[in-house]
């Protein structure tokens, strides 16, 4: 009985996102024969949740819309994904730590014991990671604003911080979020191109209430998209030392592994202009070799000096390992 309960809740879990499942995908997720599986939905049926099946060969499953489903249905591995993103969301959004701590507390409450104390297992410390440099956390109604035009297909007004025009006006596409960043990829209107834009730096107007149909992103792939934008809106002089560099290396290269901060700029095919910062000149001149090209420093002279000094360091070690004895 209670392996058939434990069934039971699983399929109004996977009930719950709206999607049809097929009999045979439902079956190898219970890990049960097809006809167990047809006689668990029977069972929800009994119970009073109306599950519809499409008839033929590829039957599936999905409940009728409006059905009531009891709300925080959660496996394991569902709790566990909750009390996680509740613990971490505060890190990228501005004001939720407050409202995240009382969710947690909240859902935890209406929760079997056996799976708050899943919960209690997963206590999560966000610390800063020193090779990236951390976005400013967005506002979550930002967040929402934006969330709702990508939504309902809504042309998007807004104020960008850094850029000249008052109001850029845009078809909004997808929000993602890359190395702690929010951005948002969009259409600009104002001049007929797609562009990436950072959350942080962006401040909504009023609903336009224009709608758009939506045009397909290049590619058709916003992580690829996003990947290769060679200026993401970051700002490399918020690190102690921080120069720019030419490489003899793709711009979309550089920008896909360049570190929070960076800023990289096509000069020509298969070169770029970086600029980026660090914890100290030795460190960025370090961090710069990284990307196994040529490199011509532009400055400043603190950057020229220490990739002096680093060159002199690795021809020593490099001259060391080749006049060490042999070992027998």
Avoid at 43 to 72: E, F, M, N, Q
Avoid at 227 to 241: A, K, L
Wanted: proline content about 8%; some cysteine.
């Amino acid at each position: 009985m209670a392996e058939t309960s434990a069934r039971l809740l699983l399929l109004l879990s996977l009930f719950q996102t709206g999607r049809a499942w097929p009999g045979t995908v439902l079956a190898e997720r219970l890990e049960v024969s097809p006809r167990t599986m047809r006689r668990d939905i029977d069972r929800l049926r009994a119970l009073g949740y109306p599950v519809h099946v499409t008839k033929g060969p590829g039957s599936a499953y999905r409940l009728d819309a409006g059905a009531k489903v009891p709300p925080l249905l959660f496996d394991d591995e569902q709790a566990i994904a909750v009390a996680v993103a509740l613990q971490t969301a505060p890190a990228t959004v501005a004001g939720l730590g407050e409202a995240a701590a009382r969710a947690l507390a909240t859902v935890r409450q209406v929760m079997p014991a056996r799976l708050r104390q899943r919960v209690d297992a997963v206590r999560v410390t966000s610390i800063e990671n020193a090779w990236d440099l951390s976005a400013p956390p967005v506002d979550a109604g930002v967040l929402l604003a934006l969330g709702t035009a990508v939504r309902n297909d809504e042309v998007l007004a807004f104020a960008y911080a850094g850029d000249p025009s008052p109001s850029i006006r845009v078809e909004p596409h997808h929000l993602a979020m890359w190395s702690g960043r929010w951005y948002l990829v969009a259409w600009d209107l104002g001049c007929s191109e797609w562009r990436t834009f950072r959350v942080d730096r962006i401040t909504p107007y009023a609903p336009t209430g224009l709608r758009f149909t939506p045009r397909e992103l290049p590619g058709a792939d916003v992580t690829a998209f996003v990947f290769g934008q060679f200026d993401r809106g970051d700002v490399p002089g918020q690190w102690p030392c921080h120069g720019e560099v030419i490489l003899d290396a793709p711009a979309p290269v550089v920008a896909r592994w360049a570190p929070g901060g960076a800023v990289v700029e096509e000069v020509a095919p298969g070169r770029c202009r970086l600029a980026l910062g660090a914890w100290s000149w030795a460190g960025l001149a370090a961090l710069i070799g990284t990307f196994d090209c040529d490199i011509e420093v532009i400055g400043p002279p603190e950057l020229t000096e220490a990739c002096g000094q680093l060159a002199r360091r690795y021809a020593a070690a490099a001259a060391g390992r080749r006049n060490a004895p042999a070992h027998p």
